[in-house]
């Protein structure tokens, strides 16, 4: 391709983590402007899943104060808070992968702290 037609087209898309994983925990990446149908879902996604966190939490919040609450319940809300921690250090992830200046990295498969870039 001549560099005149690459210059046509625009710089190069950026890579997005989707606020998903596939079966096999593969992380999913969009190649995108930022601007598509996609893009626009991912980040509803994002939000949703943000909001299920806060509300997740403002329940657990009721049930650790409940002394009434059995060891299923507690287990349950364990393992719903995990999963929704995850969600939310892949949307940071994802979110710190586009914010130019930040480097990604540290955490178990690539999610993990954001840490500034030189």
Do not use: I, W
Not at 14 to 29: A, F, G
Not at 44 to 67: F, H, K, N, V, Y
Not at 98 to 113: A, F, K, Q
């Amino acid at each position: 391709m001549s560099e005149s037609k690459r210059e046509e087209e625009g710089p190069p898309s950026e890579l997005r983590l989707l606020p998903r994983t596939q079966d096999s925990e593969k992380r999913c990446l969009l190649s995108s402007d930022g601007d598509g149908y996609v893009s626009r879902f991912a980040d509803d996604m994002e939000a949703a899943q943000l909001d299920m966190g806060t509300t997740l939490l403002d329940r657990a919040g009721a049930l650790l104060g409940d002394a009434d609450a059995s060891a299923g319940e507690l287990r349950y809300l364990a393992n719903r808070l995990v999963e929704s921690l995850g969600d939310a250090l892949r949307v940071a992830d994802s979110r710190g992968r586009r914010v130019p200046g930040l480097g990604v990295g540290g955490g178990e498969g690539g999610v993990g702290r954001v840490v500034a870039a030189e």
